[in-house]
């Protein structure tokens, strides 16, 4: 088991490589929060402790928050999973608020 540092830098899809992405845009995520990943690192199960005063070094202007999981797999792994887990969760919450908006245009009187 190791420890491995998450932040959301490195989900960004905006973000470029030398600007800190670690994975490629095919799996990357826009404007990754820190809640996010903490809800998705959760969601899989992962054994982990979350900094949300901690500023990415190349922002250290903006204080993002890290994560940091102790797993077997690998980065790269852990990172797509994460993000295709955000990336589900952000679906079903648009699917929620959308069935939600339908629900309630129903027929006044």
């Known amino acids: 088991m190791k420890e491995v540092m998450i932040w959301p830098i490195y989900l960004d899809s905006e973000k470029s490589l030398n600007e800190g992405r670690k994975i490629s845009k095919e799996y990357a995520i826009p404007e990754p929060r820190i809640k996010e990943i903490v809800k998705a690192t959760q969601k899989l199960r992962y054994k982990y402790y979350a900094e949300e005063d901690k500023a990415y070094p190349g922002e250290w202007y903006e204080k993002s928050g890290r994560v940091i999981i102790t797993s077997d797999e690998s980065k790269k792994e852990i990172l797509i ?29």
Request: no cysteine; net charge positive; charged share 50%.
């Open 81 to 109: 999973n994460l993000s295709n887990t955000i990336k589900e969760m952000r679906e079903m919450r648009k699917e929620n608020r959308s069935s939600n908006k339908k629900g309630k245009k129903g027929k006044r009187r």
